[in-house]
């Protein structure tokens, strides 16, 4: 049997979104910052843990931000809280939708 493909696009509307921005060189540097931000943010956070990967700013490594939508803005440790714009995602890993 042949598995399909479904890649869904999900616009994401302007929302509060608070995180930790650093560059990464590999991802064994994500889970510590993952932990991080899930507890600094807390019952802050509105959805899922979002992983932005930026590739049009000169950084050494991979210039990265884990975080969370959030309710209020959230400016605790390393975790900095901005408004995230409208953008368009293209959705195709299993659940990652609520799909799965």
Do not use: W, Y
Not at 28 to 40: D, G
């Amino acid at each position: 049997m042949e598995q399909e493909n479904q890649v869904k696009h999900v616009v994401r509307e302007e929302t509060l979104f608070a995180g930790i921005r650093e560059p990464i060189k590999s991802r064994q540097e994500l889970a510590p910052r993952m932990k991080s931000v899930t507890e600094i943010c807390g019952d802050k956070a509105l959805g899922p843990l979002v992983h932005i990967l930026r590739f049009d700013t000169p950084v050494e490594g991979f210039d990265s931000e884990v975080g969370f939508p959030v309710t209020a803005k959230v400016n605790a440790g390393p975790v900095r809280t901005h408004t995230a714009k409208n953008a368009l995602f293209f959705v195709d890993a299993p659940g990652a939708s609520g799909n799965p």
